[in-house]
């Protein structure tokens, strides 16, 4: 039995910038093996022998990551944009046997600016992954009283206990809260 053909030369190789489109654009590697034609058993073990693979597939996907952060992010804060407008007036003509007709002129482009407000989702969103010590709902239940504790009391206590750290205003309360005891 012969040796299976090694397709990475002239499959792979010279593809890897369309790989990494294909990854940014979303396609999973069952995809990209199809578009390449080579099987999913020959791709892994091209990745397992080609580093440069391995990181034109880890760099699409980081891509197409910080495409949608970056438009995440957009939405967040809300921008303009610029709107054109192809303005197309009727011209009246007579033609060769006497007759009237209507023709179409694209006589200017009207551009406008634009505005998307700021997504107040896409804010809170953000701000609950990248902040989370300061911007959750979780909350905590005191456990003598029943009583439900805001996100600064469970902030604050996760503070004093250590788990993370504290604005200095906040660190005062706590200092004061600790000499009063």
Known sequence: MAAPHNKYPTHVQPRLETIRAWRRDGLTEKEICKN???STAAFANYKNQHLELIEVLKGGKDDAIAQVENAQFKAALGYEYEESKLIIEPRIEINKDGKKEQKNTITRVE???????P???AQIFILKNRRSDKWNDRRGIDEQSGRERSSEEVRLIRA????????SEA???VDKDKAGS
Not at 111 to 117: E, R
Not at 160 to 167: H, S
């Open 36 to 38: 390449l034609g080579v």
């Open 119 to 121: 997504n107040v989702t």
């Open 111 to 117: 551009k406008t600016k634009k505005q998307v407000q």
């Open 160 to 167: 004093a206990m250590g788990e993370l750290t504290v604005p």
């Open 171 to 173: 660190s005062e309360t």
